[in-house]
Protein backbone atom coordinates (compact mmCIF):
# COMPACT_ATOMS: atom_id res chain seq x y z
CA UNK A 1 0.00 0.00 0.00
CA UNK A 2 0.97 3.36 -0.65
CA UNK A 3 2.21 5.40 2.06
CA UNK A 4 1.30 8.62 0.09
CA UNK A 5 -2.15 8.33 2.11
CA UNK A 6 -1.16 8.54 5.33
CA UNK A 7 1.62 11.44 4.48
CA UNK A 8 -0.97 13.63 2.77
CA UNK A 9 -3.26 13.46 5.73
CA UNK A 10 -0.58 13.89 8.12
CA UNK A 11 1.27 16.71 6.26
CA UNK A 12 -1.70 18.55 5.57
CA UNK A 13 -3.36 18.40 9.39
CA UNK A 14 -6.07 16.21 8.49
CA UNK A 15 -5.26 13.37 10.27
CA UNK A 16 -5.01 15.88 13.95
CA UNK A 17 -8.70 16.96 12.86
CA UNK A 18 -9.77 13.47 12.30
CA UNK A 19 -8.84 12.32 15.69
CA UNK A 20 -9.85 15.70 17.67
CA UNK A 21 -13.51 15.01 16.16
CA UNK A 22 -13.66 11.38 15.60
CA UNK A 23 -18.06 11.50 14.27
CA UNK A 24 -18.29 14.96 12.92
CA UNK A 25 -17.70 13.53 9.55
CA UNK A 26 -20.70 10.95 10.09
CA UNK A 27 -23.09 13.90 11.92
CA UNK A 28 -22.57 15.93 8.96
CA UNK A 29 -23.98 13.02 6.22
CA UNK A 30 -26.77 12.39 8.74
CA UNK A 31 -27.90 16.11 8.49
CA UNK A 32 -30.47 16.90 5.47
CA UNK A 33 -28.06 20.01 4.21
CA UNK A 34 -28.70 22.75 1.89
CA UNK A 35 -30.91 22.31 -0.65
CA UNK A 36 -28.97 24.95 -2.78
CA UNK A 37 -26.07 23.38 -2.18
CA UNK A 38 -27.13 19.60 -2.67
CA UNK A 39 -28.35 20.83 -6.05
CA UNK A 40 -25.36 22.17 -7.54
CA UNK A 41 -23.05 19.16 -6.11
CA UNK A 42 -25.27 16.85 -7.79
CA UNK A 43 -24.66 18.54 -11.38
CA UNK A 44 -20.74 18.73 -10.58
CA UNK A 45 -20.62 14.99 -9.71
CA UNK A 46 -19.91 13.64 -12.93
CA UNK A 47 -18.01 16.09 -14.65
CA UNK A 48 -15.30 14.95 -12.02
CA UNK A 49 -12.51 12.38 -13.88
CA UNK A 50 -15.20 10.55 -15.66
CA UNK A 51 -12.20 8.85 -17.64
CA UNK A 52 -11.59 7.31 -14.20
CA UNK A 53 -13.13 3.82 -13.11
CA UNK A 54 -14.08 4.99 -9.78
CA UNK A 55 -16.41 8.29 -11.39
CA UNK A 56 -17.29 6.72 -14.62
CA UNK A 57 -20.92 6.27 -14.08
CA UNK A 58 -23.30 6.71 -11.41
CA UNK A 59 -23.17 2.93 -10.01
CA UNK A 60 -19.13 3.60 -9.23
CA UNK A 61 -18.70 4.05 -5.70
CA UNK A 62 -16.78 7.23 -6.23
CA UNK A 63 -19.67 9.32 -7.45
CA UNK A 64 -21.32 9.07 -4.33
CA UNK A 65 -18.29 8.99 -2.17
CA UNK A 66 -18.08 12.09 -3.82
CA UNK A 67 -21.19 13.79 -2.97
CA UNK A 68 -20.96 12.91 0.76
CA UNK A 69 -17.36 14.04 1.17
CA UNK A 70 -18.69 17.81 -0.39
CA UNK A 71 -22.02 17.82 1.32
CA UNK A 72 -20.35 17.18 4.41
CA UNK A 73 -18.24 20.20 3.90
CA UNK A 74 -21.11 22.45 2.77
CA UNK A 75 -22.82 21.21 6.60
CA UNK A 76 -19.76 21.73 8.99
CA UNK A 77 -19.19 25.41 6.66
CA UNK A 78 -22.28 26.01 6.05
CA UNK A 79 -21.58 30.16 5.95
CA UNK A 80 -18.93 28.92 3.03
CA UNK A 81 -21.25 26.62 1.56
CA UNK A 82 -20.09 24.75 -1.86
CA UNK A 83 -17.98 25.86 -4.69
CA UNK A 84 -17.06 24.30 -8.05
CA UNK A 85 -13.43 23.88 -7.17
CA UNK A 86 -13.23 22.01 -4.48
CA UNK A 87 -15.11 19.26 -6.48
CA UNK A 88 -12.14 18.10 -8.14
CA UNK A 89 -9.85 18.49 -5.27
CA UNK A 90 -12.52 16.09 -3.21
CA UNK A 91 -12.22 13.72 -6.03
CA UNK A 92 -8.37 13.69 -6.19
CA UNK A 93 -8.56 13.00 -2.94
CA UNK A 94 -11.02 9.96 -2.97
CA UNK A 95 -8.47 8.41 -5.47
CA UNK A 96 -6.23 8.24 -2.55
CA UNK A 97 -8.04 7.47 0.50
CA UNK A 98 -11.33 6.58 1.99
CA UNK A 99 -14.29 9.34 2.24
CA UNK A 100 -13.63 10.24 5.80
CA UNK A 101 -10.39 11.18 5.56
CA UNK A 102 -10.51 12.69 1.77
CA UNK A 103 -13.05 15.11 3.67
CA UNK A 104 -10.79 15.90 6.68
CA UNK A 105 -7.84 16.43 4.49
CA UNK A 106 -10.39 18.82 2.14
CA UNK A 107 -11.41 21.08 5.07
CA UNK A 108 -7.56 20.96 6.54
CA UNK A 109 -6.29 22.07 3.41
CA UNK A 110 -9.19 24.48 2.42
CA UNK A 111 -8.24 26.29 5.64
CA UNK A 112 -4.88 25.86 5.80
CA UNK A 113 -3.70 26.45 2.30
CA UNK A 114 -6.44 27.92 0.23
CA UNK A 115 -7.75 29.64 2.94
CA UNK A 116 -10.53 31.57 1.85
CA UNK A 117 -10.20 30.52 -1.88
CA UNK A 118 -13.49 28.82 -1.57
CA UNK A 119 -15.37 31.87 -0.48
CA UNK A 120 -18.16 34.27 -3.00
CA UNK A 121 -16.01 37.26 -3.51
CA UNK A 122 -13.04 35.32 -4.74
CA UNK A 123 -11.29 38.27 -3.09
CA UNK A 124 -7.91 36.29 -1.91
CA UNK A 125 -7.91 34.18 -5.38
CA UNK A 126 -7.61 37.97 -6.93
CA UNK A 127 -5.33 38.90 -4.42
CA UNK A 128 -3.06 35.73 -4.83
CA UNK A 129 -3.31 36.57 -8.95
CA UNK A 130 -1.21 40.04 -8.53
CA UNK A 131 0.69 38.14 -6.01
CA UNK A 132 1.84 36.01 -9.32
CA UNK A 133 1.98 38.86 -11.35
CA UNK A 134 4.60 40.57 -9.25
CA UNK A 135 6.57 37.24 -8.73
CA UNK A 136 6.55 37.10 -12.48
CA UNK A 137 8.02 40.38 -12.93
CA UNK A 138 10.93 39.48 -10.84
CA UNK A 139 11.63 36.54 -12.55
CA UNK A 140 10.94 36.32 -16.27
CA UNK A 141 10.54 40.55 -16.84
CA UNK A 142 9.56 39.67 -20.96
CA UNK A 143 6.74 37.02 -20.24
CA UNK A 144 5.78 39.79 -17.37
CA UNK A 145 5.68 42.74 -19.96
CA UNK A 146 3.79 40.65 -22.65
CA UNK A 147 1.26 39.67 -20.83
CA UNK A 148 0.63 43.26 -20.00
CA UNK A 149 0.78 43.91 -23.21
CA UNK A 150 -1.84 41.84 -24.43
CA UNK A 151 -3.73 42.84 -21.18
CA UNK A 152 -4.12 39.23 -19.92
CA UNK A 153 -5.46 39.80 -15.94
CA UNK A 154 -4.00 36.53 -13.71
CA UNK A 155 -7.03 36.46 -13.16
CA UNK A 156 -7.80 35.11 -16.70
CA UNK A 157 -5.26 32.26 -16.42
CA UNK A 158 -4.54 31.12 -12.92
CA UNK A 159 -8.07 31.28 -11.28
CA UNK A 160 -8.45 27.63 -12.31
CA UNK A 161 -4.85 26.64 -11.46
CA UNK A 162 -5.01 27.81 -7.99
CA UNK A 163 -8.89 27.06 -7.31
CA UNK A 164 -8.23 23.38 -7.94
CA UNK A 165 -4.79 23.16 -6.77
CA UNK A 166 -3.74 22.38 -10.28
CA UNK A 167 -5.63 19.02 -10.21
CA UNK A 168 -7.56 19.81 -13.51
CA UNK A 169 -4.11 20.96 -15.48
CA UNK A 170 -1.25 18.68 -14.54
CA UNK A 171 -0.67 15.19 -15.74
CA UNK A 172 -0.98 12.43 -13.48
CA UNK A 173 2.41 11.74 -12.49
CA UNK A 174 3.34 15.34 -12.56
CA UNK A 175 0.40 16.36 -10.16
CA UNK A 176 1.31 13.88 -7.44
CA UNK A 177 5.13 15.42 -7.19
CA UNK A 178 3.46 18.51 -7.01
CA UNK A 179 1.09 18.10 -4.31
CA UNK A 180 3.19 16.06 -2.18
CA UNK A 181 5.72 19.17 -2.68
CA UNK A 182 2.49 21.38 -1.97
CA UNK A 183 1.59 19.94 1.58
CA UNK A 184 5.28 19.76 2.86
CA UNK A 185 6.11 22.98 1.71
CA UNK A 186 2.77 24.89 1.69
CA UNK A 187 1.10 27.34 -0.62
CA UNK A 188 4.36 28.85 -2.40
CA UNK A 189 4.67 25.83 -4.49
CA UNK A 190 1.32 26.61 -6.53
CA UNK A 191 3.17 30.07 -7.42
CA UNK A 192 6.22 28.26 -8.45
CA UNK A 193 4.61 25.44 -10.43
CA UNK A 194 2.32 28.85 -12.01
CA UNK A 195 5.34 30.44 -12.75
CA UNK A 196 7.14 27.47 -14.18
CA UNK A 197 4.10 26.79 -16.47
CA UNK A 198 4.16 30.47 -17.76
CA UNK A 199 7.72 30.64 -18.81
CA UNK A 200 7.67 27.69 -20.26
CA UNK A 201 4.56 28.66 -22.11
CA UNK A 202 6.05 32.02 -23.22
CA UNK A 203 9.76 32.27 -22.08
CA UNK A 204 11.08 32.51 -25.25
CA UNK A 205 10.78 35.63 -27.85
CA UNK A 206 9.46 32.48 -30.75
CA UNK A 207 6.87 30.83 -28.49
CA UNK A 208 5.48 34.89 -27.66
CA UNK A 209 5.45 36.18 -31.15
CA UNK A 210 3.32 32.95 -31.93
CA UNK A 211 0.64 34.69 -29.38
CA UNK A 212 0.39 38.02 -30.61
CA UNK A 213 -3.08 38.81 -28.94
CA UNK A 214 -4.79 38.03 -25.74
CA UNK A 215 -6.45 34.96 -27.32
CA UNK A 216 -3.66 33.53 -28.35
CA UNK A 217 -1.69 33.61 -24.92
CA UNK A 218 -4.75 32.16 -22.44
CA UNK A 219 -5.22 29.43 -25.23
CA UNK A 220 -1.57 28.59 -25.03
CA UNK A 221 -1.95 29.04 -21.19
CA UNK A 222 -4.96 26.48 -21.12
CA UNK A 223 -3.12 24.27 -23.12
CA UNK A 224 0.10 24.29 -22.24
CA UNK A 225 2.92 21.87 -24.24
CA UNK A 226 3.20 18.20 -22.74
CA UNK A 227 6.63 18.62 -22.63
CA UNK A 228 6.19 22.13 -20.07
CA UNK A 229 3.96 20.02 -17.45
CA UNK A 230 6.23 16.71 -17.78
CA UNK A 231 7.59 15.62 -14.30
CA UNK A 232 10.91 15.90 -15.21
CA UNK A 233 10.90 19.44 -16.52
CA UNK A 234 8.43 20.71 -13.88
CA UNK A 235 9.70 18.94 -11.06
CA UNK A 236 13.39 20.14 -12.01
CA UNK A 237 11.68 23.75 -12.69
CA UNK A 238 9.91 24.18 -9.28
CA UNK A 239 12.26 23.15 -6.85
CA UNK A 240 14.96 25.28 -8.57
CA UNK A 241 13.07 28.63 -9.08
CA UNK A 242 15.08 31.34 -7.28
CA UNK A 243 11.84 32.63 -5.39
CA UNK A 244 12.57 33.31 -1.29
CA UNK A 245 10.32 33.89 1.37
CA UNK A 246 10.72 37.17 1.80
CA UNK A 247 10.01 37.49 -1.98
CA UNK A 248 6.68 36.06 -1.02
CA UNK A 249 5.96 38.22 1.73
CA UNK A 250 7.36 41.12 0.22
CA UNK A 251 4.66 41.09 -2.40
CA UNK A 252 1.77 39.53 -0.28
CA UNK A 253 1.83 42.96 1.93
CA UNK A 254 2.34 44.99 -1.29
CA UNK A 255 -0.87 43.09 -3.04
CA UNK A 256 -3.19 43.19 0.27
CA UNK A 257 -2.51 46.84 0.83
CA UNK A 258 -3.32 47.52 -2.64
CA UNK A 259 -6.17 45.63 -2.56
CA UNK A 260 -7.40 47.67 0.63
CA UNK A 261 -7.27 50.86 -1.14
CA UNK A 262 -8.89 50.03 -4.44
CA UNK A 263 -12.02 48.19 -1.63
CA UNK A 264 -11.63 51.92 -0.13
CA UNK A 265 -11.74 53.68 -3.03
CA UNK A 266 -14.99 51.83 -4.40
CA UNK A 267 -16.89 52.23 -1.11
CA UNK A 268 -16.37 55.73 -1.00
CA UNK A 269 -17.26 55.97 -4.25
CA UNK A 270 -20.50 54.21 -4.00
CA UNK A 271 -21.65 55.80 -0.77
CA UNK A 272 -21.62 59.98 -2.77
Same mark, same amino acid.
Given at each position: ???????? #?????????????????????? *? &?? =???????????????????????????????????????????????? @? !?????????????????????????????? @?? &?????????????????????????????????????? &????? *?????? *???????????????????? !? &????? #??????????? !?????????????????????? =????????????? @? =???????????????????????? #??????? =?????
Amino acid at each position: MSVRPKAW #LYLCGGRVLMERHPHAYDECLR *C &EG =NPKYIEDIRKDIHRQFPMHEMFSSEDKPGQQELYNVLKAYTVHFPDIG @Y !CQAQAPVAAFLLMHMPAVQAFWCLVSISNR @YL &EDYYSPTMEVVQRDGLILQGLLKKVCPPVYRHLKKVNA &EPMFY *CTEWFL *CAFTRTLPWDTLLRIWDIFL !C &EGVKV #LFKTALVILIG !CLGTAKSRKQCPGLCETLDRLR =NPPEDVLSEEHLI @Y =NVTRLDISEQDFQEQHQKQAKKLK #LNSLKSS =NGSSR
